[in-house]
């Protein structure tokens, strides 16, 4: 038991100590029921660098059940065998060389269906391999879509013909994992979500966001909910506004045909950043339930303003990054990528300012960014405090104190720092802003799971709770919709590969004279 009062060294988060033991959703996974996991779209690039390494590791840790079966299913003619070196190929680049008699063991549970989407005659085929291993995974299925979101309603359906879902109340379950984007837009979210309950209950499904599988992200709700110094400040009284930025330094490389239909908004702020936003907006949950914390979510988005038409060019800016430098390296415009139209106005960066219209957050602007090819690789929120008030009234701005600020490093360096005002040392010593620093690196042995792997072994688990819901990913699309609808009728602002984004993303912030932290 760990005594309360005077911290020890071991609850201070010296390397291997144990600390407080969390609430059960969050701790350490168990192994989950024996069964048959089917990836669709298995020799696609998101089984090879994700999924397969994932389900690998977790084997390694012992973590998959004995009874255990993946079948891979894609339109590629592929043997069992050719699927088996595909998938240690896979391993090999993104784990490891494996250890033979690990391998072995591990690809014996794996087999394949060559088939199209839609193509009855495999789901035959798919129910027979399934018979063949059921007895021992008790009829229990995983299914994985890692698919175009446009095969997602064909597949479903056909698995619903060929009888492969099972009733929630029998007492074998059936589950489905759906990759993002889930969706283009609010209709189309809400078609796909009609279709997938059409063959599922939202209990069965498993919208994935793989933001919230990150070790960090997870934290966020330790930070805020297992310490008592945060509530009392975390509101409209003593914070001026937060700044969520995902900024990456690759461009769109081989992946054109996705995102030119896509774009910065759609890839990663109706999902990535808008999940961040939640869980930092988000109320204490009554417990911590999948339910509750999705619904707690969901409220965030509902309560976050609509952006009418006239504020949208106002509160957002869209770029798209032309020719230059990132990390030493000249990389080609957007433009000049291969699969990409000459005029496309797709855009790879995308800024905006929302608010929360609720008793916390009237009045906190939450800015949010991201971009492609930008400066540096970042994703952080930075929550900058108020002024303290300085009763010195002819202070000259510049003497007065900097604002606290805590800046929530989600990767890389991944920690937490917070920002105050230090005297420094002197007769004359003149204020200075310096920083405490936790830093996972330094405070924690060890590597983090891969999200893959946590969300994986959650769904396997049947926990919800780092899983998107039904009315999220909708609340989420209701925000966005208007925006693209609006941004339609303008093309993007070209902005310097290796810049932060286009100059009006800044004045989005100095119009309040407020500006954006450099991570
Ligand atoms: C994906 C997006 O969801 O997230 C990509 O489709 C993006 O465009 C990626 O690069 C970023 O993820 P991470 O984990 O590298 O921050």
Redesign the pocket.
């Known amino acids: 038991m760990v005594a309360r009062g005077v911290p020890t060294a071991a609850r201070l988060g010296a390397q291997g100590a144990q600390g407080a033991p969390l609430p059960e959703r969050m701790r350490s996974p168990c192994v989950p029921d024996p069964l048959a996991m089917v990836i669709f779209g298995a020799t696609g690039d998101l089984t090879r660098r994700k999924l397969m390494p994932a389900l690998y590791r977790l084997f390694q840790q012992g973590l998959l059940p004995d009874a255990f079966a993946v079948v891979g299913f894609a339109l590629d003619p592929l043997s069992d065998a050719e699927f088996r070196e595909q998938m240690r190929t896979a391993v090999e680049e993104f784990v490891g060389a494996p250890d033979e008699r690990d391998w072995e063991r591990f690809a014996s549970t794996l087999g394949y269906v060559s088939s199209d989407f839609g193509d009855a005659d495999g789901y035959t085929r798919l129910t027979e391999l399934l018979a063949g291993v059921e007895r021992k995974t008790a009829g229990h299925r995983l299914f994985y879509l890692a698919i175009p979101p446009t095969a997602i309603e064909q597949v479903v359906q056909q698995l619903d013909q060929a009888a492969l879902v099972r009733d929630p109340a029998a007492g074998s379950w059936s589950r489905i994992i759906v990759e993002?984007p889930f969706g283009r837009d609010l209709d189309s979210a809400r078609e796909l979500n009609a279709a997938l309950g059409s063959a599922f209950d939202e209990s069965q499904i498993f919208r994935i966001d793989?933001y919230l599988g990150k070790e960090t992200v997870q934290n966020l709700l330790v930070f805020r909910f297992a310490n008592v110094i945060w509530e009392p400040v975390w509101n409209r009284n003593y914070i001026d506004h937060v700044q969520i930025t995902?900024a990456?330094t690759?461009g769109v490389g081989q992946r054109a045909g996705y995102y030119e239909r896509a774009g910065a908004l759609r890839?990663?702020v109706q999902?990535?950043l808008l999940q961040l936003l939640t869980i930092i907006g988000m109320e204490p949950p009554t417990s911590y339930d999948p339910e509750s914390i999705r619904s707690e979510k969901v409220k965030v988005l509902r309560a976050i303003r609509r952006l009418p038409p006239e504020s949208i060019r106002r509160k957002t800016v869209r770029g798209q990054y032309a020719a230059g430098v990132v990390r030493g390296a000249a990389v080609p415009a957007y433009r000049e990528e291969p699969g990409v139209a000459a005029d496309s106005r797709t855009e790879t960066y995308a800024a905006l300012q929302l608010s929360i219209e609720n008793w916390r957050w009237a009045g906190v602007p939450f800015f949010l960014r991201t971009g492609k090819f930008l400066a540096d690789r970042a994703?952080e929120i930075a929550i900058q405090f108020r002024p303290a008030p300085n009763p010195i009234l002819d202070t000259v701005e510049a003497d007065c104190p900097d604002p606290n600020l805590l800046v929530l490093r989600i990767?890389p360096e991944e920690g937490i720092s917070l920002f105050f005002e230090a005297k420094v040392p002197g007769l004359a010593g003149p204020l200075r802003p310096v920083s405490m620093d936790f830093s996972y690196q330094t405070s924690f042995t060890g590597t983090s799971p891969e999200a893959y792997e946590r969300l994986l072994l959650d769904a396997m688990l049947g926990d919800a709770t780092l899983f998107a819901r039904c009315d999220e990913v909708e609340a989420a699309w209701a925000l966005m919709t208007p925006i693209l609808t609006a941004w339609e009728e303008s093309g993007p602002e070209p902005y310097p590969a290796g810049s932060w984004g286009p100059d009006t993303a800044d004045r989005l912030l100095a119009r309040d004279g407020r500006s954006w932290r450099v991570p």
Do not use: A, C, G
């Open positions: 993002k793989h995902v990456e690759v890839d990663m999902s990535h994703t990767q």
